[in-house]
């Protein structure tokens, strides 16, 4: 899988810039608005899977005790560069399905806002959050973050003028129910909501909110990005006060799952 991964983040996109546009960065304002309401004074915070750093740089700037774990060495790379003297931040290099070198217990609130988009097995999936959930104070909190299913059919394989939807069938991509499939050269797995039910009831996790990161964002990222700031603050607006309804959640590029230890 490192392979795969390592091709993607060095040679097709940039994932520093996947938050710049204003389509892009309504995910990572609505992440950082649920992160910060659960933050308390003083907290450790581990980010595994952090890429280029935009939130665990964001944080520790906030003054939080932060650790950054990132698989990838290109995306390491980039996150040092953005260091300055006055930032206190340990990196890490490391696999989300084995954390042994972090202490048990450690964290307040855990985040793994990447891992789960390349992880294929739902043994693999388990593991990962087993090894986080590990790492958590009895009384923290972790946030996950998946990519939905159905919006992914919508915005790929129903586009245009079908041709995309007939070679997905073709090629075995799809299940009766319409399911992605997807392997490792595929670089993103994508899910459903009651497979994230199935997987928090596997590791006795216990749901505090289930949120719509993006949810409609992009399918209307052209329109978003012509806002002007005022006309793209309403839609912030509009965009938190729904992002919590379960009935829409589904249709969401990304959901981020926000439970605790289910003691």
């Excluded at 931040?89 to 855990?110: C, T, V, W």
């Excluded at 990447?114 to 009384?139: C, F, I, N, T, W």
Aim: glycine fraction near 4%.
């Amino acid at each position: 899988m490192t392979s795969f991964l390592e091709e993607y983040y060095t040679d097709i996109i940039a994932e520093e810039q996947r938050f710049c546009s204003q389509s892009g960065k309504v995910e990572f304002l609505t992440t950082l608005k649920y992160i910060e309401d659960y933050l308390k004074p003083n907290a450790k915070i581990l980010e595994i899977g952090a890429g280029t750093g935009q939130y665990s740089l964001y944080l520790s700037r906030k003054g939080y005790e932060v650790t950054a774990v990132e698989l990838v060495q290109r995306n390491i790379d980039v996150l040092k560069s953005k260091l300055t003297a006055e930032d206190n931040l340990r990196i890490e290099q490391g696999n989300a399905l084995k954390l042994d070198f972090l202490s048990k217990e450690a964290y307040d609130l855990i985040l793994l806002l990447g891992p789960m988009y390349h992880l294929y097995s739902q043994a693999d999936r388990v593991q990962a959050l087993e090894q986080a959930k590990k790492r958590l104070k009895p009384k923290g909190i972790m946030m996950v973050a998946y990519i939905m299913n159905e919006s992914t059919i919508i915005q790929w394989a129903l586009k245009g003028d079908g041709s995309n939807f007939k070679e997905i069938l073709a090629k075995g991509m799809l299940t009766e129910d319409f399911h992605c499939l997807s392997q490792e050269k595929d670089i993103f797995q994508m899910i459903r909501l009651e497979e994230i039910n199935a997987l928090n009831d596997s590791c006795h996790l216990q749901k505090e909110k289930l949120v719509a990161t993006d949810l409609f964002t992009h399918y209307i990222a052209s329109t978003v990005d012509n806002y002007d700031s005022e006309t793209f603050n309403h839609y912030l607006n509009y965009h938190y006060a729904i992002c919590e309804r379960q009935e829409l959640v589904g249709a969401s590029n990304h959901v981020l799952d926000i439970v605790r230890h289910n003691h």
